[in-house]
């Protein structure tokens, strides 16, 4: 998958990703040696992309030894697969070398490689991490080999000693960790070496085909030529074309969207889903931009990823549904966001701020990004045509204070830093024994205080505790962690002397960290305790998951079989369910989930729990959570004959024991993500009989029964509109004077009359609209310039007569005028614009203005 299982890592962007834990030795490998094809993901060359060269999904081959061979073997077994398999051509491959890295060099001369075609390079080259003895960080490091490949034999050979970055494609690394890198760049040899290779499949399968780059390949032909059907134009493979250059960027971005969607990416502001975004969108602009490509095109090119790659990757087939419908949705949202955000930013180019400094802020550059979408390359390339800057230094930080607080309320994850301490130290992975006992026997195997090691804990410090064994569930899956006490044996009551009170459990590599506080004595690691959890929060939470399953299958019977589980919560008090939808659900089909839920609770299914090989699961119709990784054998989770999924979560024994459900909410969590918010047993119970309280509340008010209490408020707002209409009727007639007096009083400007009028308090953007219209139609020919306050703002609007149009007046220019002096923004036709300002103050000083800009257009 592209979704690694490190948290700190956005995408699985090598082949090593996967065996990180082995060369950290974290874990124990089942074999000491393997090899891959491994789907990837780089953004850090993003810009890149477009070259001859530069991929952003690729595929990469590679061969891993965890303390089995070492240098000697990967560098012969290179050499065999190049010359032997591949049957390259000697004088086109060239080799790469740390600088002091002797046996690397004695290794490539006795396989029959010229000295000529070995280069040294320094640790910023040939050193993986690169530069890590000078800068760091500390840890497994080494030396390592790059093989490159001539793309452009045609031309005269490249003198010896002479590196043309342009012509040699580097198709293979071989990474020999064989150091411990200490403090102040000590190396120290492992006691156990690794080796870690990686080959790009699209440049090696270029080399084999005498090609230039990737791009010439049939893995991307297909492509290429599907954007040349819709676009009409010619791709010709030239390196600088900037039409061939997005062809290339629209293919690659194109190809990385439909593999990170198959693997459950999906677009958003934060994260993956970031990344995802904005590769889709740079796929997006380059196509409109330059290829021409008007109308929406995702939808169009995708299903040629699609049919071209499904061999290899059925996933691609199996969520073909999912990818196009998001990239639809994501184009269709992306083409509007270009357009109201391109009007938004040149509000702010206009603003009296802007004009003045030269320079858009990094707050409002990160607000047209977080809360509207729009690009900040985008705002950077339009700035820049009207010779303006972005404080891009104040974007990232304006950005980063978004992400952060975006990220509130979300759990730490644990640093992974004890980790290896603990197995170093022989402690063995905590047992779970928690699906069958809410108590048990435990002995304190570990105490982490402030992320290290120590041996006690005293009354009243907080810290994690690691126990041999324990009934606690660990947060995963959505479901939150158990909490409870740690009591000394026979204790007499819970959480009594030197007892410690559980407050979250989360687990990491197989140890279950129990976070809490000692209340009472000290706690030493090798004490005794009676491990027991807060078995009536347990019940609750198993409510609540088991019903989420529930609802996760009312849903596809309702909504369709497109609706997949995007992410969850299961708390004690709650549940939350992220799904794929791209609409409200209405009222009606909320009533028919509910109803459907409730309906399998009072059937009272039994609910059964087994294990499973993972395809003999799939076979039986089970639900698997889309993106989620699963081993060979799986926990299986089914409800009756109604509900079957994989979950490794705590559950009720039979559906009744949920006792009742009742929808909260449904939202909307992200484009194309609906959530829904919902309680079940006494929390349902007490919010029905809330709502019961209140609707019979609302009958007393209106003097009629709970059954009539809807046709009550339906009259009562007829009853409304029809005097809202009377009162509209009157302010017309109130108005139909104002403007009579207002015509009247138009003055004389160089040629035009001229009317301008400030509102008293309360008049909004519509008011205005429709004074200046009224006004217009009576004085035939002019300009109207009116203003107005309310909420602590103030609005404008303008109407230019077509004739004085002709003679170059425009209210969009007028306006901004107005805005401008009011501290805000706004623009329109040349007939008729709006706009806003933040200080109501201004207001008479703002309509001056604007008559005063007014006159100058027309000549005054």
Same mark, same amino acid.
């Given at each position: ?27 124990t ?10 789907k ?11 070259d001859?060269s ?17 240098? !000697?073997?990967?560098? !012969? ?9 591949l ?5 086109r ?7 002091d890295?002797?046996?690397?060099f ?5 396989m029959?490689?010229?000295?000529r075609?070995?280069f ?19 840890g ?5 080999s ?31 960790t064989?150091?411990?890198?200490g ?7 492992l ?6 290779t ?19 390949t ?30 290339r ?15 459950g ?9 970031y ?8 796929a997006i ?13 995702l ?10 790659r ?10 073909r ?13 992306f083409?509007r ?9 040149? !509000? ?69 830093s004890v980790v ?5 130290r ?39 505790v ?27 009551s819970?959480?009594?002397g ?8 989360q687990?990491?590599s ?17 004490d ?24 996760h ?17 299961v ?13 409200a ?5 909320i ?6 839920v ?9 609910v ?10 799939r ?30 979560g ?10 009742l ?6 939202s ?21 009989l ?42 017309? !007639? ?17 040629g ?22 009224e ?18 703002k ?21 306006v ?8 805000g923004g ?23 203005a ?11």
């Amino acid at each position: 998958s592209l979704v690694p299982d490190d948290p700190t890592l956005l995408f699985t962007s090598a082949g090593m990703v996967q065996f990180k834990p082995y060369f950290l030795g974290t874990q124990t490998p089942p074999r000491n040696s393997v090899a891959t094809a491994q789907k990837c993901l780089r953004t850090t060359d993003v810009e890149d992309v477009g070259d001859t060269s530069h991929c952003t999904f690729f595929e990469m081959l590679g061969n891993f030894s965890f303390g089995d061979y070492f240098k !000697a073997e990967a560098i !012969a077994w290179a050499w065999e697969f190049l010359f032997d398999v591949l049957k390259l051509d000697l004088e086109r491959i060239r080799v790469t070398i740390y600088k002091d890295d002797e046996e690397a060099f004695r290794l490539w001369r006795e396989m029959g490689m010229p000295e000529r075609k070995i280069f040294r390079f320094d640790e910023d080259s040939n050193y993986w991490p690169a530069s890590v003895i000078s800068q760091g960080p500390n840890g497994p490091c080494g030396p390592c080999s790059e093989i490159f490949f001539d793309t452009q034999a045609h031309l005269p050979p490249t003198p010896d000693g002479v590196w043309d970055v342009n012509r040699w494609l580097e198709i293979w690394n071989l990474v020999f960790t064989q150091f411990d890198r200490g403090d102040g760049g000590a190396l120290t040899p492992l006691p156990k070496k690794n080796i870690d290779t990686g080959m790009g499949l699209e440049r090696t399968a270029a080399a084999l085909a005498d090609l230039r780059g990737p791009f010439e390949t049939d893995l991307f032909a297909p492509l290429l030529r599907g954007l040349e059907r819709l676009s009409g134009l010619t791709y010709t493979s030239h390196d600088d074309d900037r039409k061939d250059i997005a062809f290339r960027r629209v293919a690659d971005h194109v190809r990385a969207a439909a593999f990170c969607l198959a693997d459950g990416v999906l677009p958003s502001n934060i994260g993956r889903g970031y990344v995802l975004r904005r590769i889709m969108r740079r796929a997006i602009l380059a196509g409109r931009n330059t290829l021409g490509l008007e109308k929406p095109f995702l939808t169009e090119i995708l299903p040629v990823v699609i049919e071209h790659r499904r061999g290899d990757y059925p996933e691609l087939e199996q969520q073909r549904d999912t990818i196009l419908r998001y990239a639809e949705q994501e184009e269709r949202q992306f083409r509007r966001t270009l357009a109201s955000g391109t009007a938004r930013l040149n !509000a702010i180019l206009d603003s009296g701020a802007v004009r003045q400094s030269g320079i858009v802020s990094g707050a409002d550059a990160a607000d047209l990004f977080t809360t509207h979408g729009f690009p900040v390359e985008m705002t950077t390339e339009l700035a820049a045509e009207r010779g303006i800057a972005v404080d891009m230094a104040g974007y990232e930080q304006a950005y980063a204070a978004h992400v952060a607080a975006s990220s509130v309320g979300e759990r730490e994850v644990f640093v992974e830093s004890v980790v290896p301490e603990l197995r170093a130290r022989g402690i063995r992975p905590t047992l779970f024994v928690g699906y069958s006992e809410h108590r048990t026997s435990a002995e304190v195997a570990a105490i982490v205080k402030d992320g290290r090691l120590v041996e006690s804990a005293d009354e009243g410090e907080t810290v994690q505790v690691v126990l041999d064994q324990t009934p606690f569930y660990a947060e995963a899956g959505g479901q939150v962690g158990d909490t409870g006490w740690l009591s000394p044996p026979g204790s007499p009551s819970i959480g009594g002397g030197g007892g410690f009170t559980v407050s979250d459990t989360q687990k990491d590599s197989g140890y279950w960290f129990h976070s809490g506080t000692v209340t009472g004595g000290a706690l030493r690691v090798g004490d005794p305790v009676d491990a027991v959890i807060d078995a009536g929060r347990r019940a609750n939470i198993q409510r609540n998951h088991t019903v989420t399953h529930l609802l996760h299958k009312a849903l596809q019977d309702v909504l369709g079989p497109h609706v997949q589980q995007r992410g969850s919560l299961v708390a004690p008090d709650r549940l939350r369910f992220d799904f794929s939808h791209d609409r409200a659900m209405t009222g009606d089909q909320i009533r028919q989930v509910e109803g459907q839920v409730n309906e399998k609770i009072l059937d009272d299914l039994p609910v059964s729990v087994f294990e499973k090989p993972i395809d003999e699961a799939r076979n039986m119709g089970a639900m698997m959570l889309f993106g989620e990784k699963y081993g060979d054998v799986v926990r299986v989770v089914q409800i009756g004959d109604y509900s079957l999924e994989f979950c490794g979560g705590t559950h009720l024994r039979h559906a009744s024991q949920a006792g009742l459900f009742k929808i909260v909410s449904e939202s909307s969590s992200q484009a194309g993500v609906r959530r829904i918010e919902a309680v079940t047993g006494k929390s349902a119970l007490v919010r029905t009989l809330d709502q019961e309280r209140i609707l019979q509340e609302i009958a007393g008010t209106l003097k009629t029964s709970p059954v009539n209490a809807l046709a009550s408020v339906e009259k009562l707002q007829g009853e409304l509109k029809a005097r809202e209409r009377e009162l509209a009727a009157l302010q017309r !007639a109130a108005a139909g004077g104002q403007v009579e007096r207002l015509a009247a009083e138009a003055r004389q400007a160089d040629g035009f009359r001229l009317v301008r009028h400030a509102l008293g308090e309360g008049a909004d953007a519509d008011a205005l609209r429709t004074l200046a219209d009224e006004l217009l139609n009576r004085l035939g020919s002019g300009v109207v310039i009116l203003g107005g306050t309310g909420g602590g703002k103030v609005s404008f609007a303008v109407k230019v007569s077509k004739d004085l149009v002709g003679r170059g007046l425009k209210a969009g220019d007028i306006v901004k005028e107005a805005a401008r002096v009011a501290g805000g923004g706004g623009g329109g036709r040349p007939d008729f614009a709006q706009a806003g300002g933040r200080d109501p103050a201004k207001l008479a000083e703002a309509l001056e203005a604007a008559e005063q800009r007014a006159i100058e257009m027309g000549g005054g």
